[in-house]
């Protein structure tokens, strides 16, 4: 029994491994430019070893891009649970500028995941798939956010408004990480503070036009 379980966890902990260099070199090196010898040479484990974990690349790469964006959720906001805060733009302000701080500090997900989003394959890998999946699970937490912010007193309304609301969230998202990335003299705390104000006047307008 002391066996299995020991033979367990060096499996997990070299599952662990293999998943860590994954990102570390899909991140960098995107879909075509990762390969299972980059991996093996990366970890010093067999291609055996990675192959008792993963059938082929493209479910390695699928996994590898489920797990780097639950890490990521670890930092990112949760957006199930509505901090009162008793001003709208200030929770709005408050929620863009985690946001833009976990993309900054745990990058891997967003710039593996913007890779595969922008690939255009004749057969789409598992791994792009994998990513629409994440990304619409966290589109509807945001929506469902959205909705506690704008609800007020006029429920029906922001039902409409908070998907939209998500939508733009994400892209907004998109650019700061973008901008993060190509640009390290950006005062991000500043810039986020002036894309709140922006981003939950668009709301607003929105709001007002479902009116």
Do not use: C
């Not at 833009?100 to 967003?110: C, K, L, N, T, V």
């Not at 598992?126 to 619409?136: D, F, K, L, N, S």
């Not at 969230?169 to 901008?179: E, P, Q, R, S, T």
């Amino acid at each position: 029994m002391r066996k299995t379980a020991r033979r367990h966890q060096q499996g997990e902990e070299s599952r662990l491994r293999i998943l860590e260099a994954t990102l570390a070199i899909a991140a960098e090196r995107g879909y075509d430019g990762t390969s299972i010898a980059l991996v093996t040479e990366a970890t010093g484990l067999p291609p055996s070893s990675v192959y008792w974990h993963f059938r082929n690349k493209d479910e390695l790469l699928a996994e590898t891009l489920e797990f780097s964006y639950r890490r990521w959720r670890e930092t990112a906001p949760t957006w199930r649970a509505r901090v009162e805060t008793g001003d709208p733009a200030e929770e709005v302000r408050d929620r863009l500028q985690r946001a833009s701080h976990s993309i900054a500090d745990r990058p891997e997900f967003w710039r593996l995941g913007l890779m595969l989003g922008l690939a255009n394959r004749s057969k789409e890998p598992a791994a792009r798939r994998r990513y629409i999946e994440v990304r619409t699970e966290t589109r509807v937490a945001i929506r469902t956010w959205w909705e506690q912010v704008l609800s007020g007193d006029a429920p029906e309304r922001a039902r409409d408004v908070a998907e939209r609301m998500a939508r733009f969230h994400l892209a907004v998202m998109d650019g700061l990480y973008m901008g993060i990335r190509s640009d390290r003299g950006w005062n991000l705390e500043r810039l986020v503070d002036l894309i709140a104000d922006g981003v939950y006047a668009q709301a607003v307008a929105w709001l007002g036009e479902a009116a």
